[in-house]
Every structure is written in C-alpha cells, then in structure tokens.
C-alpha cells in the first residue's frame, strides 16, 4: 500500500489543499446526516506517484441508538486502503463485488452507483462499488449505522463543492483513522 501520510484536525482549508491534488474524489454524503461532522481527511500516495487514496471520516448519530462513524474511501484498483479499513486482507473487497443484485445504492456525483455488502468483522458494515472510475468504499462502525443507506443518500465529490466546503461541519478528528 503506498504510504498513508499522517492526520490532522480536519479544516476547510485542508479539504481545499487536498482537493487541489487529487485526482480522485473526496466523497461526503451531501447534505451531511442531520448532527453529522467531518471527522477526518486523508490520502494515501507520495510525491512522486501522487495521491493513489483517499479517506473522508463522518461521524454523527446512529440511527438504531449511539454513535455512528463513516468511512468514505476512493481508491485506485490494487490500493488496498479501504480494505485495510474494512479489516479485509489483500487490496480488493473480494469476489461478491460486482456479482448478483447490489445489497444498497446510492448517488455519486449525481450517477446511481451500486454497492455490495463485503465480508467483514462483526464490528462494521462495508459496501464496496465502483464510481468515477476508482473504488468506492464505505465503512460504517458500529455495523447498525449501515441502515443509514436504507434512505436515500448522495455522496458529493468535494472538489466540486466551491465555497460549501467552508460550510461544512468540522468535529474533531476520529482515531479511527490512524490505524487501518
């Protein structure tokens, strides 16, 4: 996996510089589930290959009672990021993806993107599909904050939100980023 460079508090002006970099989507759930805050923006890459991942952290109210956190992960084919967070071993989500009736759906970038339910650990639901031409990963904790995707819910590529990224809400950063 290429190197996942290090997490700071999240901020308008680091989604911005990150943004300008990338030439992979930073998906947010637009708008944002009602009480839900940005929590964490990362990539993965270096200078020399560029940014090959990126990671978007929410974190808000569980539907069924609690907390709920969200991992938004693009990543190119063979990364491996999004596995890592969806507690996957090697780079892909494995053979169910793309096979048989999609388990959830969602608007990315405006296009219906479906989503296949992985095997995971007990402790996170993960749908994996395929948008803008890069790995779309989403990963709940606990798994019942899945049931979010029972409403319909778009996912906005942050580079081209303009000025609404100084609206976004900004939380502190979740450490569940720090160890995929």
Sequence with gaps: MPPLQPFVQPSADLVRWLAARSRLPLWVPWPLPHAWVITGIGHAGSDVEGVRATVVACSGPNPLGGAGELLLVAEEMGVGLGAAYAGLEGTDPGG????GTPQAKVE???HPTALWLADAPPDRAVYVGESAASWLWL???PDT?????LEPIELMDVRALGHEVDLL???ALTPRLRDP
Excluded: E, I, K
């Design 169 to 171: 809400p900004y939380g």
């Design 139 to 141: 990963v709940f904790h």
């Design 96 to 99: 169910r993806v793309g096979r």
């Design 145 to 149: 904050a899945g049931a979010l995707l």
């Design 108 to 110: 990315a970038d405006g």
